[in-house]
């Protein structure tokens, strides 16, 4: 189970800084195609960046893997990386890159396994999408419709 291993990694990271929110992204590739944290990682080393800008990467299956350590603050929000944790999904456009909620059931699933794992953890974060802060798709649908239940606090 990938979030057993996910707590075990935070238990071991000593999280410093103030976390409020959680923001989820896509990544804006086309419908099915695999995309890994290494390959992300490379997309935002060429932007300049010390690395993927995401914390936590979920993949076409389900499964969830560790971008940048929670314990340092991301790159994924412009003015609000500080207090958040930034969460991918591997999608979000169809075959001709036009935006489209491509989140699979197993994704989906994983969405909220990892953010009830990270309230266990962090305390009562909120949750919300790339487009509540910026005029772009990302993450090519309404967090606080789709994970109306899920929001909260
Ligand atoms: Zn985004």
Redesign the pocket.
């Known amino acids: 189970m990938p979030s057993t291993a996910i707590n075990q990694r935070h238990t071991a990271a000593k999280v410093v800084r103030k976390l409020t929110r959680i923001i989820l992204?896509?990544t804006a590739t086309p419908e099915g195609r695999h995309v890994d944290v290494a390959t992300i990682n490379a997309w935002h080393v060429k932007r300049g960046w010390s690395g993927i800008g995401y914390h936590f990467v979920i993949y076409l299956d389900g499964s969830v893997h560790v971008g940048r350590d929670v314990s340092k603050v991301g790159a994924?929000v412009a003015g609000h990386n500080a207090d958040t944790i930034g969460i991918v999904y591997v999608g979000g456009c169809d075959a001709a890159m036009k935006a489209k909620d491509t989140m699979n059931d197993a994704q989906e699933t994983a969405v909220v396994n990892l953010v009830k794992a990270l309230r266990d953890q962090f305390g009562a974060l909120t949750l919300h999408g790339?487009n509540e802060y910026a005029a772009?798709a990302?993450?090519s649908f309404k967090v606080k419709e789709k994970f109306k239940w899920l929001v909260g606090y």
Request: aromatic content about 0%.
């Open positions: 992204h896509c994924h790339h772009k990302c993450p």
